[in-house]
């Protein structure tokens, strides 16, 4: 023992090495158990009740895609992380079982595994957030009428930050391999922290601007003398803002507690659940509007929604044509001008 420096021999307890990773295995596994009935639940619906046509089939194929793409990429950060909590106090515990540090610096500085697992580690999430980024941005962009304005700002963003999440990556994942200054690291890791907060950023502007479209087409439809259920639209906005703001919360809490406390502090690490959110906030959104726990389950509250037309009088007779009505799920809803275009795209979006 005497060859292991104080310094470092007190870096080192049960809590930081057995508690701590107990803790946060048992979180991640936890929400990685529910991530695969969400998973499952999700490809079910969306291939075994399509009735989709055309545009909507698409997006329904690419969301399909999207979401699988999402579930694989976090399993493969699961079993990563599993391996790597496994081989790091592995390494410790050699370390005070030798007495020397040695088993330690082979650990960190001298295994290729080491740096593969911090490649998947440091990637995955970013191919995550891409794939996420890419399923909100367009279902946005569905929402909003396929509007260019709103969705190449957010795209434009978008790629910006994670091209610096992954320039910052880059820079760790060298600083591991080779001898280069600790300065640089620094900005790798200000470079990662900063592309986390622009990420959260935003997650709640796409989360904002969805929910925000709902309630100006609510506003547009009601001048029309069309009442929908205040129900249906609070339902709505209550999937899109309660699911959507799930990543940026555990985004934001994972880079306070990891940049305010140490392993023997913090219960947990955040850091896993703030990677799997990044696949369970869009497939949860998935999940609760199909299943009825959104738009389908207002069956009994709204049967349709209708436009009807204001055609002038003849020979004394007012007559009103019905608009054209386009099926979405349980409920109906006119397809005559931009206002219902977008009322029903939202709907098949979500």
């Not at 990662?192 to 622009?198: F, K, R, Y």
């Amino acid at each position: 023992m005497s060859g292991i420096p104080e310094s470092i021999s007190e870096l080192y307890t049960a809590r930081s090495i057995i508690v701590y990773y107990v803790t946060t295995a048992s979180a991640m596994y936890f929400a990685y158990g529910l991530y695969i009935l969400l998973f499952g639940t999700s490809i079910y619906i969306m291939h075994c009740h399509q009735q989709e046509q055309g545009d909507e089939r698409l997006d329904n194929n690419l969301y399909s895609l999207l979401t699988i793409i999402l579930f694989v990429l976090s399993t493969v950060f699961v079993v990563d992380w599993t391996i790597e909590s496994i081989r790091g106090p592995s390494a410790v515990f050699n370390m005070f079982k030798t007495g020397s540090t040695q088993p330690m610096v082979d650990y960190y500085l001298n295994s290729p595994g080491k740096i593969v697992a911090n490649s998947f580690n440091g990637l995955v999430p970013i191919f995550l957030n891409i794939a996420a980024d890419y399923m909100l941005i367009h279902r946005c962009y569905v929402i909003w009428s396929s509007r260019k304005r709103v969705a190449i700002p957010l795209i434009i963003v978008s790629v910006a930050t994670n091209a610096t999440a992954l320039v910052g990556i880059i820079i760790d994942l060298i600083y591991l391999a080779r001898d280069i200054p600790e300065s640089l690291h620094h900005i790798g890791n200000a470079l990662v922290v900063g592309s986390d907060i622009s990420s959260a950023v935003i997650n709640s502007l796409i989360t904002l601007l969805t929910a925000g479209r709902m309630w100006w087409i609510h506003r547009q439809v009601r001048t029309q003398a069309v009442y929908a259920s205040d129900t249906l639209v609070g339902t709505i906005s209550r999937i899109i803002l309660e699911s959507g703001i799930i990543y940026p919360v555990f985004i934001v809490l994972n880079q306070v507690v990891g940049q305010t406390s140490t392993p023997d502090e913090a219960p947990f690490s955040l850091y896993p659940l703030a990677v799997l959110s990044a696949g369970i906030a869009p497939t949860l959104i998935i999940v609760r509007a199909k299943l009825g726990k959104g738009i389908e389950s207002l069956h009994s509250q709204v049967s349709e929604i209708r436009f009807t037309s204001r055609p002038a009088p003849n020979e004394g007779t007012i007559i009103r044509p019905q608009a054209q009505v386009h099926s979405i799920g349980n409920i109906r809803a006119p397809m005559e001008n931009d206002v219902y275009v977008g009322m029903s795209k939202e709907a098949t979006a979500v």
